[in-house]
């Protein structure tokens, strides 16, 4: 069965997707359009993870019998033309949850801690810096609030409410397990000294942190995005954060992927940002394949498929 990564691959990644028994995986890096579109023409499966699985690429594969996404969000997918080829889409709930909630307790920690400026001023041959040390605060005795409570923030609360911080959480309708107390998303916005976002980014959710949202919330106080770009109005918050009303914000999502290097956002000192790896472990990669070969396997043979959402 022959598969197509799309993502690329460095000599580790490369060698474990080599170990996967039983399938023969093309790598193929996703700004490479040309060697994407040659290996869709005898692809049987799409291991998805990024860049968007758009109709054109779905047409390109005749032989295409499973879209498996590395991860969990299909909003990246084209979901209708998946299902008009009767392809069967699959995610993978669950596999990178631990390494999310780690990168968000880390951007937490270095958005409070101003972690990314000191690095940079040490660099530059600043050793003390008096003005960059007024003000700074700590993680613990904080209110941190999660917008969701899916499989990230079960691992993020206890972690969160260890170093001493009180948790609120907000969601579709109060969780009787949950570590934390139950706020509706207004009070939840106002209440918090940290808000950290683990929703999926649907119509309902698209930009639900815009201007109005941002307003509500504490002054100097942070936002964390593990989850996904437009969840956020990029240019409301990039406002926010310049204008002081946001203490800092961590960012690993944003509204256009790849980023813009150019975009004002990252001219700012009070955001700290990574280019959307939080799910990126060894971790992550080794529970991703191992069902992801299943699937392969059951799509081959017949059977039900893991995880199926089309």
Known sequence: MKVVFHYAAGPDLAARLAAVPGLEIAVCPEDDDDLLFRLLSDAD???HVLKPCTAAMIAAAPRLCLIQKIGVGVNTIDLDAARARG????????TNSRAV???TVGLMLGAVRRVARFD???RAGV????????GIGELGGKTVGLIGYGSIPRLLAPVLAALGCRVIYTARQERPDAIGEYRPLAVLLAESDVISLHVPLTPETDRMIDAAALARMKRGSVLINTARGGLVDQAALTEALRSGHLGAAGLDVFATEPAVPADPLFQLPNVLVTPHVAWVTTGTFDRSFTIAAENCRRVEAGEALLHRVV
């Open 45 to 47: 499966v799409l291991w």
């Open 87 to 94: 392809i069967p889409v699959c995610n993978l709930p669950g």
């Open 101 to 103: 909630a780690e990168l």
């Open 120 to 122: 940079a001023g040490l």
């Open 127 to 134: 050793w003390s810096d008096p003005v960059l040390q007024d």
